[in-house]
């Protein structure tokens, strides 16, 4: 297959961007920004390594768990995970980074572009703790470009309707999957039973 190498030649197979498009990205978070981020449990976080290689992890929380600092600034707390740091490794060596915001039910996202770096500020950490649970580190973005994304991925691909779900009996657990991957004396069964306590015991 041929693969498209310029800018010029992606543009030609595309109709220009609309004004409305164009118009409606903001340089600093307004009140629908903040709105929005203060209702959304869930975050998307893309990043990259200094060799240009990619990653996107999910972050999320109670409503509300990434805290707008101001109009230019927001700070992402990190709950307990599996230690890989991928994205904080990422950031540390390319502070470049794409957020989207998800709201269930809403079709519509919230997309915020900026520089991020990660920090373990105690102040900061303490005003981001659930149930006197401090976050291990802070991701912190300078919003550089921020903008409502349309409906149209999420009503092609009915995410929020339930009845167009996969029935998750006939899927394969996680346990499952991680025995298969991964050579090991683990049964799936017990890989699952210690995913479950982990949950259990860190999720904040």
Same mark, same amino acid.
């Given at each position: 297959?041929r ?42 976080i893309?990043?990259?390594d ?18 707008v600092?101001?109009?230019?600034t927001i700070a ?9 740091l ?10 470049a ?5 998800l /709201?269930?039910g ?19 950490r ?5 149930e ?15 903008? =409502? ?6 009503m092609r691909s009915?995410l ?11 899927m394969?657990?996680?346990?499952? /999957? ?6 090991g004396?683990a049964?799936a069964?017990?890989t699952?039973?210690?995913l ?6 860190? =999720?904040w």
């Amino acid at each position: 297959m041929r693969p498209i190498t310029s800018r010029d030649q992606l543009r030609a197979i595309y109709k220009p961007a609309s004004e409305r498009a164009v118009r409606k990205e903001l340089a600093a978070l307004d009140r629908h920004c903040v709105d929005f981020i203060s209702r959304s449990p869930f975050v998307l976080i893309g990043s990259s390594d200094g060799s240009g290689r990619a990653d996107v992890t999910p972050k999320g929380d109670r409503p509300g768990f990434v805290a707008v600092l101001d109009a230019t600034t927001i700070a992402i707390p990190d709950r307990p995970g599996n230690n890989r740091l991928d994205t904080l490794e990422n950031i540390i060596d390319d502070p470049a980074v794409g957020l989207l915001f998800l /709201i269930p039910g809403m079709n519509e996202t919230l997309r915020v572009n900026g520089r991020a770096f990660v920090t373990d500020d105690e102040a900061l950490r303490t005003r981001l703790a659930v149930e006197a649970k401090l976050p291990q580190s802070v991701i912190v973005v300078r919003v550089e470009a921020a903008y =409502m994304h349309c409906a149209k991925a999420f009503m092609r691909s009915n995410l929020w309707r339930p009845d167009t779900w996969p029935d998750r009996s006939a899927m394969p657990t996680l346990g499952q /999957i991680l025995t298969d991957q991964i050579a090991g004396d683990a049964t799936a069964d017990a890989t699952d039973k210690a995913l479950a306590e982990g949950y259990a015991k860190t =999720m904040w």
